[in-house]
């Protein structure tokens, strides 16, 4: 396995924060996403990625206001580089977070999660470690709508500096 092609994956991976939010949401959720090939800065070639994820999350009210979030998750990440052999990483993560309603409209969730992304061919190292806190503040328009924003710091961007993050909940009917 290369590792720029590793680092692209990676890369691009780290703008994907769907499992902590459905975490949140869900007791259980799953999920499938298809990135399209792309050029990923200085590297070689292209590189297309699918990412098939599953997560449980446990909430634990802890008052009128707060909840607490526990959960483990699997990310099975599919790398294509252009240049180079495919690969596969394998991704276990914890998470343990704390959603709190400020008023009836205004809440606020952060979470953090920690992990592993490695093929698993090789011993893991500190570089297969992931490690990311999410925070988010959100408004809730009606029992409809909720629009929030806040910043994902991830170490999976081979940097530790603030991603911006922004969630939309839209529940159209009772049933979705």
């Known amino acids: 396995m ?16 769907v499992a902590r939010a459905q975490l949140v949401d869900s007791v259980a959720a799953s999920s ?57 990483l394998h991704a276990p993560k914890a998470s343990c977070g704390v959603m709190h309603d400020f008023s009836e409209h205004w809440s606020g969730l952060l979470i953090g999660d920690a992990g592993l992304a490695s093929d698993f061919s090789e011993s893991v190292t500190s570089d297969d ?8 503040v959100t408004y809730k328009f009606n029992d409809s709508v909720k629009l929030g924003a806040g910043a994902v710091y991830d170490r999976r961007s081979g940097t530790l500096r603030p991603l911006p993050a922004v969630t939309v909940t839209w529940r159209i009917s009772e049933r979705l």
């Open 32 to 88: 499938f996403e298809y990135y399209p090939s792309a050029r990923n800065g200085d590297l070689p070639g292209e590189t297309q990625l699918n990412v098939a994820r599953v997560s449980a999350g446990l909430p634990i009210r802890v008052g009128e206001e707060t909840m607490l979030v526990a959960g483990v998750a699997y990310e099975l990440i599919d790398v294509h580089p252009s240049v180079g052999g495919s690969f596969q």
């Open 2 to 17: 290369n590792w720029r092609s590793l680092a692209a994956g990676l890369c691009l991976l780290s703008v994907s924060s």
């Open 129 to 136: 470690l992931l490690l990311s806190l999410t925070g988010l």
